[in-house]
Nanobody, 123 residues
Framework: VQLQASGGGLVQAGGSLRLSCVAS????????MGWFRQAPGNEYEFVAA????????HYADSIKGRFTISKESTENAVYLQMNNLKPEDTGLYYC?????????????????WGQGTQVTVSS
């Protein structure tokens, strides 16, 4: 299983970015795809996740109303639309995959990880 994330960049506060993650291989309906982020010196933080089969989503409180996670089955891709970005959203964003609920926020329970894509929000 390989996950390839892209779409990061430098944006001013209030701006938007769209992250993409493409997965290799078949993704089963029982799987979840999600995003985590890590700011310098901080722990990994759960951002959002979606169930591949029934499209249930789960978001961190810090980004609710600003970020939207979605998926495109034909492309084996998951997206994170980030609007109204704030400087505190700055970090390395990672795509991850697990079997089971998208509501699991502990990094240790996500089995597969892609490389990070850097998001920098200037004030």
């Amino acid at each position: 299983v390989q996950l390839q994330a892209s779409g990061g960049g430098l944006v001013q506060a209030g701006g938007s970015l769209r992250l993409s993650c493409v997965a290799s291989g078949r993704i089963y309906s029982s799987s979840a795809m999600g995003w985590f982020r890590q700011a310098p010196g901080n722990e990994y933080e759960f951002v959002a996740a979606i169930n591949w089969g029934d499209l249930r989503t789960h978001y961190a409180d810090s980004i609710k109303g600003r970020f939207t996670i979605s998926k495109e089955s034909t492309e084996n891709a998951v997206y994170l639309q980030m609007n109204n970005l704030k400087p505190e959203d700055t970090g390395l964003y990672y795509c991850a995959r697990r079997v089971g609920s998208p509501r699991v926020t502990s990094r240790a329970n996500w089995a597969y990880w892609g490389q990070g894509t850097q998001v920098t929000v200037s004030s």
